[in-house]
């Protein structure tokens, strides 16, 4: 148990199929994070925020779209995706974005688009 | 652009020692991270280095070398619980952590 919980933790959905992921984390962290890992390749920093400002998007599809309440809630909207978005999508967050702040991850929703 | 290489899968004997290799390339640096990852769960936190040398901890240690772009894991008195990716990253000038792809580690008995 990291302190970072998300559900749920799998998830079917069909390419028309409106669906939301949830975080929350119980370490009163400031930073929260939305990563991608697909198999075999290096994790995907999808968004950042920090005191539930957003402060990185890195050129992700509006098909995803996040939402950051309060800091320590973090929700992914999903909404007509794509076969290829098939991943494990992994929350996490940290005290702060910079230097030596660890991140503490969620165990992650398997998503598999049909 | 930046980049970090890393070999895809080690093999290891129960018992052993193994380092893993870590090459970053990126925009400024802020410091480098190991995470361990076992199948189905999430990484975990192993180690932060930001200066030059080796830091220790119990059965594993990370070494950095900044001018050479060039980080190393390295796990002594292996065990079977020692079997799971292992994940490099690197900050940039941003903050931002570039990872790498990780190295699956397999430990034979």
């Known amino acids: 148990e990291t302190g970072v919980t998300q559900t749920p933790r799998h998830l079917v959905m069909g390419m028309t199929n409106k669906k939301s992921l949830k975080c929350e984390q119980h370490l009163g962290h400031n930073a929260m994070y939305w990563y991608k890992q697909s198999a075999k390749k290096p994790l995907e920093l999808m968004f950042v925020?920090?005191?539930?400002?957003?402060?990185e998007n890195n050129s992700v599809p509006s098909r995803f779209s996040p939402e950051c309440p309060n800091s320590s809630h973090l929700f992914l909207h999903l909404h007509t995706l794509q076969p290829e978005d098939s991943a494990l999508y992994l929350c996490?967050?940290?005290?702060?974005?910079?230097?030596?702040?660890?991140?503490?991850f969620g165990p992650g929703t398997r998503l598999t688009v049909t | 652009g930046q980049n970090i290489d890393q070999p895809t899968e080690m093999t290891a004997t129960e018992g052993a020692i193994v380092q893993i290799n870590c090459t970053y390339q990126t925009s400024g640096f802020n410091g480098l991270f190991w995470y361990q990852q076992h199948a189905g769960e999430a990484p975990t936190f192993l180690s932060y280095n930001v200066l030059d040398g080796l830091e220790e901890k119990g059965r594993f240690s990370s070494f950095l070398s900044r001018s050479k772009g060039y980080s190393y894991l390295l796990l002594k008195e292996l065990q079977m619980k020692d079997s799971a990716s292992y994940l490099c990253?690197?900050?940039?000038?941003?903050?931002?952590?570039?990872w790498g792809a990780g190295t699956k580690l397999i430990i034979k008995p």
């Open positions: 990253a690197a900050m940039d000038s941003n903050y931002q952590l570039i």
């Open positions: 996490a967050s940290s005290h702060g974005t910079g230097g030596s702040y660890e991140q503490y």
């Open positions: 925020y920090n005191f539930k400002e957003q402060t």
